[in-house]
Each structure stands twice: as structure tokens, then as C-alpha cells.
Nanobody, 123 residues
Framework: QVRLVESGGRLVQAGDSLRLSCTMSGRLLSDFGMGWFRQAPGKEREFVASITWRGGSKYYGGSTEGRFTISRDNDKNVVYLEMDSLKPEDAAVYSC????????????????WGQGTRVTISS
């Protein structure tokens, strides 16, 4: 059974950097395309970034491209989201997601989800 656990969320100031981690257990991370999503209170879930199985391709949502970087370490079974120049509007619960199906990955339709980690930003 796939389990995803996010960590690293905390209170930071605007302009700070923060790295989130998503650790997979139960399966090999290398079997999955991975993504990060976020959801702020009262808003719909938003795509943040995704990365292919070996990390060769990365995709970003429009509001985070250039400031956020997704990466993965298949040996450690961990996916990261490095967030720089954080803005108050980046505050949200960030969740990672996984799928083994490439077509679903391209459509940002993931099968497995973590519970999320909260990022709070003070201005």
C-alpha cells in the first residue's frame, strides 16, 4: 500500500525560502510520477509542480514557476519542493501525489495522495 507523508511546512516570513519533503513508503518511488498541489482556505486545489519518474522532466503551475523547484531522490524515496521568495499568497496546505500512469500524470490526475503539510506566511 502506498503511503505519502509530507513534512517541512511551518510559519515563515514573506521572502523566505522553505523546502518541503514527501516521503513514500510501501512502494518504490521510482515507480511513480509525482506532483505537488496546494489548497488555500476557501480556494480550489491548485497544481504546483510535477516531476517524471526519473526526474528528467519537470512541470510547474503558472503562479510558482521560477520560484519553486521540484526534485526527487529515488534512492531515498523522497520528493522535494524547494520554495523561494515566498509570498503571502503562497500560504496553503501542500500535498504530494503519485501515479504510475503516464497519461494520468500528464493530465495531473494522481491516484495517491498525502495528508498535506501547512505553510503559513507572515507579511
Amino acid at each position: 500500500q502506498v503511503r505519502l507523508v509530507e513534512s517541512g511546512g511551518r510559519l515563515v516570513q514573506a521572502g523566505d525560502s522553505l523546502r518541503l519533503s514527501c516521503t513514500m513508503s510501501g512502494r518504490l518511488l521510482s515507480d511513480f510520477g509525482m506532483g505537488w498541489f496546494r489548497q488555500a482556505p476557501g480556494k480550489e486545489r491548485e497544481f504546483v509542480a510535477s516531476i517524471t519518474w526519473r526526474g528528467g522532466s519537470k512541470y510547474y503551475g503558472g503562479s510558482t514557476e521560477g520560484r519553486f523547484t521540484i526534485s526527487r531522490d529515488n534512492d531515498k524515496n523522497v520528493v522535494y519542493l524547494e520554495m523561494d521568495s515566498l509570498k503571502p499568497e503562497d500560504a496553503a496546505v501542500y500535498s504530494c501525489a503519485a501515479t504510475t500512469v503516464y497519461e494520468k500524470f500528464l493530465q495531473k490526475k494522481f491516484d495517491f495522495w498525502g495528508q498535506g503539510t501547512r505553510v503559513t506566511i507572515s507579511s
